[in-house]
C-alpha cells in the first residue's frame, strides 16, 4: 500500500509538472505582441494586453455561460444543503464579495515591471483562463440555480443606500446561476497568493508591504464567506471552488519558480529585432 502510495504521489507530480511546463511558455500567436512592445508607456502598455485577454479569455466564458444556462433554465443536480439556508444574510459583506473586482488591476499594480514579472504574469493569466474555461464546462454540462434570493430582506433589495446599491449591480451583472466551482473563490485565492508572491519579491522586508499582504488574505477570508451570506453561492460551491483555486495555484507555482530561475538570455520568449 505505501508504495502504491508514493506511485500515485509521483504520477501527479509528474502530471503536474508537464502542465507547469506547458504553461510556462507563452502561447503562440497570442503574447507575441504584447511581448515585443512591453517597454511602450513606462511598461504600461503590456498591463492593457493582459487586461484584454482576461475580457476574452476569463470575462466572456462566464458572463456568456452565465445568460446561457440562465436563459436555459435547467438545473440538473441541486448541491444545496440544509446549512445553505441557516446560514444568514449579512448586507454588509457584500462589500468583500464585489470586491473581488478589485483583485484584477491590484494584480497587476503589484507586479514588478521587468521581464522576469512579466512572463510570470503571463503565466498567471493563462492559468486563470484555463481554470476558469474548465469551471465553464461543468457550468454548461451541469448547470445549477442557486435558488436563494427570497432569504434577502426586501429592505435590503429595495433601499437605496450603499448596500442596495451593490446588491442591484451584483444582480444585475450575474444571474443566479454558476455555482460550482464558485470563480469567486477560485479567482480570489489564486490572485491573493499571486498579489502576496509579487509584494514579497518586491518589498519582503517592508512593514508596509507585509500589512498589504495581511489586508488582502483578511478579504479573501471575508469574501469567501460572503458568497454564502450574501446567498449567492451555496457551501459546495465554496469547496470546490477552493480545489479548483489551490490546484491551479499548484500548478502555476510551478511554472513561476521556473521561470524566475531562467538565465537572462533565455527570458524572451520571442526574437528582438536589432
Known sequence: MPNNQSDIVKGTEDILDKIADRLSTPWPLIWGPAWKQRHFLGGNWFLVHI??????????????????VAANGVTVWDPEIAIDRLIPVIPWMVVPYMALYLYYPVTLFCTPKDDVSR????????????????????????????????????????GDGLYSTLFSYMHAMDEPWNAWPSIHIAHSYFLTRSISRWMKIRSAESRLVKGFISLVWIEFFLLSISIMTTKQHYVWDLFTGMIVGIIGWKIAVRALEKIRHLPEEKLSPYPENH
Open 119 to 158: 512572463l510570470e504574469l503571463i503565466v498567471g493569466v493563462q492559468m486563470l483562463s484555463l481554470a476558469t474555461l474548465g469551471c465553464t464546462v461543468i457550468f454548461l454540462v451541469l448547470p445549477v440555480e442557486i435558488d436563494m434570493r427570497d432569504q434577502i430582506p426586501s429592505d435590503v433589495l429595495q
Open 51 to 68: 487586461l484584454i485577454f482576461g475580457l476574452i479569455g476569463i470575462a466572456f466564458p462566464y458572463f456568456s455561460s452565465n445568460q446561457f
